[in-house]
């Protein structure tokens, strides 16, 4: 078993920043594979970004550029950190790590 839980989400203007933390306990000895995902209610959870390898990193299309995950393995820790931010980014945004969720962070972005 895996518990996530994430920080760091709130209100931001269009154009700003904000940077989500997702610490993670239990039994996880990698932090390949962990994910972070957003929902917009009455919509599916959406993958936005993923860590492959230490070398890889995945984006979905609306966020490249713009996002960028990184990791602390000493703390078992992801980041997101969110620039240029935009209204339709305004959601849940989830950590994950195989069948493990955190309960989730509202981001709020305002135009």
């Known amino acids: 078993q895996v518990h996530l839980v994430e920080s760091g989400g709130g209100l931001a203007q269009a154009g700003g920043s904000l940077r989500l933390s997702c610490v993670a306990s239990?039994?996880?000895?990698?932090?390949?594979?962990m994910g972070w995902y957003r929902q917009v209610a009455g919509k599916a959870r959406e993958l936005i970004a993923r860590?492959?390898?230490?070398?890889?990193?995945i984006y979905a299309d609306p966020v490249k550029g713009r996002f960028a995950m990184s990791r602390d393995s000493a703390k078992k820790t992801v980041y997101l950190q969110m620039n240029s931010l935009k209204p339709e980014d305004t959601a849940v945004y989830y950590c994950?790590?195989?069948?493990?969720w955190g309960q989730g962070t509202q981001v709020t972005v305002s135009s």
């Open positions: 994950n790590y195989v069948a493990n």
């Open positions: 239990g039994s996880i000895n990698t932090l390949d594979g």
């Open positions: 860590i492959i390898s230490s070398e890889t990193t």
